[in-house]
């Protein structure tokens, strides 16, 4: 145990450094089984096995998809729709950024994709309108992290793979913390402006001219919308696995690209696949050396390890829980979502199935956390590139996002960890997991 501590002294003293995550995690992997006399020969193929597994082929497809769907213009069409329900009244614009996150994370499981995509277009439209620009800057940070819980998720689906559970389970246990944590943002956006009296609105029209709005950008956006319900209903279904769902979303995203939304074409479909392939080769690295260094752990019994220290500190499960809430929350600041998801699956599901706790209901508790860390400082990496895309120093939206975070994501992460049936409700019944 002394030694992984060490080792991940080390690895986090890297990251804090700015060296990339795969190199750092890299390092780890080298220098943690050499320190405790492991034969690297035999760890190495146990990561390339792992990494290039039929079920992971879902990740690369799946980025893929996204990408496609981003180029083709598809924010536009979600942005257009929301706005058509909720854009006339005051704070309404702030609802549209935080429900298109949501829908684009739905289609690219990308809290980045989101950013980019929507934050480029959001902050400044917001701005105009009279939002404070920390406010705007916070708001698309803090509602980028939804799209690690609206399916499908991909570090979702790498904690399924490491931990060996149901991919389509653990997309699903996720939807409800989601969609509650969207409709808690939206709600502290309407609070948080109801004295800003610079907040210009769009004239309100009548009750059949908005109808009409709503339909004609609905009816635009509708095969946008159509993607999640496609992958999710072949994967439910039992049609497909969510690899093969993945490649159908490829499939389909292509022609709506080119002759539904006509924002693809041969030249952005060339840059959307070689984005795609360098997003999917840098995450896979890193997947490479955590699962090599995961290995690594299992051989030394580190879980088993943690897992007994925590039952001598507690043997209240929720006092344990709230222990691994810190812990999940300390790697969601250093880390990414990826390569958190994997270290939560080897380091503490021993320790949650110890407990009787419902490993489904900790990747629900995992997917929820490690949004609350990727956008909580020091790191904070998707709070960072909000303010890249608006160009703020992170003084004048750090506190906007405190406040976002601690009335909001903070108690879903209560929620979600001591009610279990915000999380196991979907997949109990739609697909009879015990």
């Known amino acids: 145990m002394v030694t992984f501590l060490l080792v991940m002294l080390i690895v986090v003293a890297l990251l804090l450094i700015e060296i990339p995550v795969a190199f750092a995690f890299g390092i780890g992997a080298l220098l943690f089984p050499a320190l405790t006399g492991n034969n690297i020969s035999f760890l190495v193929p146990h990561g390339f096995n792992t990494a290039s597994g039929f079920a992971l082929l879902a990740l690369p497809l799946f980025v893929l998809a996204g990408t496609l769907m981003a180029v083709g213009g598809i924010s536009e069409r979600l942005l257009d729709f929301v706005s058509a329900i909720v854009g006339r009244i005051k704070g309404g614009l702030g609802a549209v950024t935080v429900v298109t996150c949501a829908l684009f994370g739905a289609i690219s499981g990308s809290s980045s994709a989101a950013i980019a995509a929507i934050g480029q277009i959001m902050i400044p439209r917001m701005v105009k309108e009279g939002y404070p620009e920390g406010h705007a800057t916070a708001l698309v940070a803090c509602s980028s992290v939804l799209a690690l819980l609206i399916p499908p998720s991909i570090p979702m689906i790498v904690f399924s793979i490491t931990g060996g559970l149901s991919v389509g389970a653990a997309f699903l246990s996720t939807i409800i913390p989601g969609i509650l944590l969207a409709v808690v943002y939206c709600g502290l956006n309407f609070w948080f402006l109801r004295n800003n009296d610079s ?44 690899t093969e769902a993945a490649a159908i979303a490829v499939i389909y995203a292509i022609p709506v690209g080119f002759y539904i939304y006509k924002g693809l074409t041969l030249n ?106 990727n956008v909580s400082p020091p790191c904070a990496p998707m709070l960072y590139m909000a303010g890249g895309v608006s160009k703020l120093s992170l003084d004048k939206y750090i506190t906007p996002t405190l406040k976002f975070l601690v009335f909001g994501h903070l108690p879903m992460v209560f929620l979600v960890t001591f009610i279990p049936e915000l999380s196991l409700f979907l997949p109990q019944w739609l697909m009879g997991i015990e």
């Open 199 to 242: 907040i210009t609105v769009a004239p309100r029209v009548g009750l059949a001219e908005a109808g009409r709005e709503v339909m004609q950008s609905g009816y635009r956006a509708s095969f946008a919308l159509l993607m999640p319900l496609l992958i999710l209903g072949v994967i439910y279904s039992g049609i497909a696995t969510p």
């Open 268 to 373: 952005s479909l060339g840059s959307a696949t070689v984005r795609a392939v360098v997003t999917t080769g840098s995450i896979l690295a890193v997947l490479f050396f955590l699962f090599i260094m995961s290995r690594a752990m299992i051989m030394e019994q580190i879980p088993k390890q943690l897992a007994d220290f925590l039952l001598q500190v507690s043997d209240n499960k929720y006092v344990i829980l709230l222990l691994i809430n810190v812990l999940l929350l300390f790697i969601g600041m250093i880390v990414d979502d990826i390569s958190g998801s994997v270290l939560a699956a080897v380091i503490f599901l021993p320790v949650i199935n110890q407990l009787g706790i419902h490993p489904i209901h900790f990747a629900a508790i995992v997917g929820v956390n490690l949004g609350l860390g």
